[in-house]
């Protein structure tokens, strides 16, 4: 039998794998949490989400610490998109309220594998190059001033760009959001896509920026779990603890590491834990 100390550490150790993990690819822990919780160590996905929207405000206030010092995260463009991420995480909050009190939590599992499932093309496809293909900039690049520069220690060099399309990320973040609360994610996938496709930004800054964002968001939709009584703080405590070493850490390999080599660990991992959690949800238990 497991004793709750044990217990305690196993979640710990999870959490710090995650945590590495959430840091690299910018999703955040808890995108990765979620389905290992639920599918191998056999805790309700309701709790388990609530865990992971905790432990995701720790996995941004350690990982975009690191990642402002090191002047890759665009401050001024992740506050601008906040304020979308943060109207769809109550929203998202509200539903999954209504579908956790009618017992269909088999909905969240599939969405959750959709979600995941949903990145892999994108990730896939922009894999092929290392910085966005140059555009021009658009009346929104002027407007909300969106470029940057930042130093790639992998590149050895100094990186400008320029975002366009504000609007389009905008609406993805609303959905990202609303993932969020939904399924008690960072939703960093949509916050990457919103800003790596949406907006052309490079894949470091994307995922940096996410890092940055999905704390506040997350933050927004736990307070509406925690209400409800999604919230274990055992469970929370022991997350949020792993997870922010495992934030630390991964900001010391994200620096090192190529944006290719990213998006091809983050592929697989989407693919892996995406079609897990819709065989699950479809009573195809592992």
């Keep these: 039998m497991v004793t709750p100390l044990q217990f305690f550490i196993e979640i710990v150790l999870v959490s710090i794998l995650s945590g590495i993990l959430g840091a690299l690819t910018g999703l955040g822990g808890a995108t990765f ?3 290992i919780y639920t599918l191998y160590m056999g805790i309700p996905i309701v709790y388990a989400s609530g865990a992971s929207l905790i432990s995701t405000i720790a996995t941004s206030s350690g990982a975009a610490s690191a990642y402002v010092k090191d002047r890759i995260t665009n401050v001024r463009i992740g506050m601008g998109l906040e304020i979308a991420t943060t109207s769809g995480s109550i929203v998202g909050a509200l539903t999954v309220a209504y579908i956790y009190s009618h017992h269909l939590q088999f909905i969240i599992y599939i969405i959750f594998g959709i979600v995941l499932l949903s ?11 290392e910085l966005p293909k140059p555009v021009k900039p658009d009346w929104t690049t002027r407007v909300f001033m969106l470029y940057g520069k930042y130093y790639d ?6 990186v400008e760009y320029i975002g366009i399309r504000w609007w389009l990320g905008e609406i993805i973040m609303f959905f990202a959001g609303f993932i969020s609360g939904l399924l008690g994610i960072g939703s960093g996938a949509l ?42 703080p055992f469970l929370a405590a022991g997350t ?19 944006n290719k080599t990213i998006r091809y660990i ?9 079609i897990q959690m819709i065989m699950r949800g479809l009573g195809y238990g592992f």
Excluded at 119 to 129: C, E, G, H, T
Excluded at 153 to 158: D, G, M, S, T
Excluded at 240 to 258: E, M, P, S, W
């Design 153 to 158: 220690a992998a590149l050895n060099k100094e």
């Design 119 to 129: 990145q892999v093309y994108v990730q896939l496809n922009k894999s092929k190059f």
């Design 240 to 258: 949020a603890l792993g997870v922010l070493i495992g934030a630390f850490i991964g900001t010391k390999i994200l620096v090192r590491v190529t």
């Design 191 to 232: 916050k990457v896509l919103g800003m790596d496709w949406a907006m052309n930004l490079p894949m470091k800054v994307s995922t940096t920026t996410s890092n940055f964002m999905i704390g506040v968001t997350a933050a927004t939709g736990s307070s509406i779990y925690w209400l409800f009584g999604y919230i274990q």
């Design 33 to 35: 949490l979620v389905p």
């Design 266 to 274: 983050f592929t697989a991992i989407l693919i892996f834990l995406g």
